[in-house]
């Protein structure tokens, strides 16, 4: 699982982020991430980022 917050998300705020990502408990492996300055839509706000952080799960988990 993989998890990317912004520190300006008003909708979900990382607190509350931080909170759910605990609930994962059957993940073996979680990654959370917080971006600064990331709006709710991290898309728009931190595109590199975001695609970044895409291609660094897909290439990890494409060999298994």
């Not at 699982?1 to 607190?15: E, M, R």
């Not at 600064?36 to 799960?57: F, N, Q, W």
Request: aromatic letters at 10%; one cysteine or more.
């Amino acid at each position: 699982l993989s998890y990317i917050q912004g520190t300006q998300d008003k909708t979900y705020p990382p607190a509350l982020a931080s909170e759910h990502i605990k609930l994962f408990t059957s993940s073996k492996d979680v990654k959370f991430d917080v971006l600064e300055g990331g709006c709710h839509y991290l898309t728009a706000s931190h595109p590199i980022e975001v695609g970044d952080a895409l291609k660094e799960l897909v290439t990890k988990y494409a060999a298994v």
